[in-house]
Structure formats: C-alpha cells, structure tokens
C-alpha cells in the first residue's frame, strides 16, 4: 500500500479533522524507502563519473588541493550545483559514492 493510501484510509479512519493535515515520513515502509534510496543512487551514480571526471576535469585540479576536505568541499559545489541538491546533500552522496563504489577518485578518473 502506498504512502498516499495509507493516508486517505487513516483519514476515514480517524476523521477529517486529525490526520488530513498530518504528513507522516514514518508511514513510508521501510521497503519502499530502501527502492526509493537506491533508485536516486543509481541515478547519481550514473551521473558522477561524468560531472568529476570530465565537467570538472578532477584529474587536473585535484593537485591545488592539498587536503582532502577541501577537494571534497569542491567537488560539492559541483555536484550539488549539477545534480541540484543541497551541498550537505552532495557531500554524503559523493562520500558513500567514494566508499562503496569507486575507492577513490582517482582510480574512477583513472589519473596518472
């Protein structure tokens, strides 16, 4: 059952005047979270190999950055720019992103 129908019978459950206003994240079954997770993931995941490889060349300006935190700080702003989240939201995508799929940006660029 959806999220949507699941609201509509709790609403004629429970009256107008209770749960029509009330959104509840919480609702979502943890399955259908998990689908929806994964379908953004490999969206993204598709689409940031292009965005730091090629859009942002990584292999040339990763040298100006002499501590990780600032190159991933701008790797963000781009991410979060071309994918149109927020840059909190850019940096936990590129940090799983790094983790568990690539190891590093450098082998995924494939720099020398």
Same mark, same amino acid.
């Given at each position: 059952m959806s999220t949507d129908a699941l609201l509509v019978e709790l609403d004629k459950r429970a009256g107008p005047t209770t749960?029509? =206003?009330? /959104?509840?994240?919480?609702?979502?079954?943890?399955?259908?979270?998990?689908?929806?997770? =994964?379908? /953004?993931?490999?969206?993204?995941a598709k689409a940031l190999p292009g965005i730091i490889c090629q859009g942002w060349a990584y292999c040339k300006k990763r040298k100006k950055y002499s501590r990780s935190a600032e190159l991933m700080t701008a790797l963000a702003a781009i991410v979060a720019e071309r994918l149109h989240v927020s840059?909190?939201?850019?940096?936990?995508?590129?940090?799983?992103?790094?983790?568990?799929?690539?190891?590093?940006?450098?082998?995924?660029?494939?720099?020398?």
């Amino acid at each position: 059952m959806s999220t949507d129908a699941l609201l509509v019978e709790l609403d004629k459950r429970a009256g107008p005047t209770t749960m029509s =206003r009330l /959104r509840l994240p919480s609702l979502t079954p943890r399955t259908v979270r998990r689908t929806r997770g =994964r379908q /953004r993931y490999d969206k993204y995941a598709k689409a940031l190999p292009g965005i730091i490889c090629q859009g942002w060349a990584y292999c040339k300006k990763r040298k100006k950055y002499s501590r990780s935190a600032e190159l991933m700080t701008a790797l963000a702003a781009i991410v979060a720019e071309r994918l149109h989240v927020s840059q909190p939201t850019a940096l936990i995508i590129l940090l799983i992103f790094g983790r568990y799929l690539v190891g590093t940006f450098d082998d995924l660029c494939e720099c020398t």
